[in-house]
């Protein structure tokens, strides 16, 4: 059955580097999205996106993030400048026409 | 402003009865609602959906049932396993395209045997 993945698992860096977070959708969805758990705290949205270009944003979603649908196959998360508050777990999903969203199993982003 | 709110951190249940997970929320835009399961160091699995043009879905062990009127939804696991040991997530989203999934807290699930 096909699956969104998530690369890397873990990443660990210093406050103010850039980070790049990678997630290769299911083949034929057509709507990609970022969300984000603190730990402890519940599942966020951060953006969605489609057709090339950002659908929707939260207040998150601030001008340190940024997407990108580089080729066909990849979706990328960049943080520009890290900030201690950005660790969490973010998770990719992407979606056909119908509404279920599917999810990857996540990456941890530990900011020191 | 919690629009979906879950308002048991966790349930205790025996294997072999019924899980009731309720799920209420606040607004009246939202008309897909979505159950989905966490494992830990996992991503959230979807599990069932609803559309708010009905009030009951099923699919095997689980039925999702939607009060509109309560704003109030709840999934039902009959027979609860072991395996359903996880944290459940109660979703919802205004049906047009790209539309968040807003969640709630989660319940967490522990099944006995």
């Known amino acids: 059955e096909p699956e969104v993945t998530q690369t890397p698992s873990h990443q660990v860096t210093q406050m103010g580097q850039e980070v790049i977070l990678r997630c290769v959708p299911i083949?034929?969805?057509?709507?990609f999205y970022w969300y984000r758990q603190i730990l402890g705290q519940k599942v966020e949205f951060l953006v969605s996106?489609?057709?090339?270009?950002?659908?929707?944003k939260s207040e998150i979603f601030d001008d340190q993030f940024s997407v990108e649908r580089p080729d066909g196959s990849n979706f990328t998360l960049k943080i520009r400048s890290t900030k201690l508050e950005d660790s969490a777990m973010y998770f990719c999903?992407?979606?056909?026409?119908?509404?279920?969203?599917?999810f990857g199993p996540g990456t941890r982003l530990t900011v020191l | 402003d919690q629009q979906v709110k879950q308002n048991s951190p966790s349930l205790s249940v025996q294997e072999g009865r019924i899980s009731i997970l309720n799920c209420d929320y606040t607004?009246?835009?939202?008309?897909?609602f979505l159950w989905y399961k966490k494992y830990p160091a996992e991503g959230p699995t979807f599990l069932i959906s609803i559309s708010s043009i009905k009030d009951k879905n099923e699919d095997g062990r689980f039925t999702v049932f939607l009060n509109k009127s309560a704003k109030h939804l709840s999934l039902h696991i009959v027979p609860s396993q072991p395996g359903d040991s996880a944290v459940y997530f109660c979703a919802a989203t205004i049906n047009q395209a790209g539309t968040a999934l807003i969640f709630g807290k989660g319940t967490t699930l522990s099944v006995s045997s």
């Open positions: 996106f489609y057709n090339n270009e950002i659908s929707e």
């Open positions: 083949s034929n969805h057509l709507y």
């Open positions: 999903a992407s979606r056909p026409l119908t509404n279920e969203q599917f």
């Open positions: 607004n009246s835009m939202f008309d897909y």
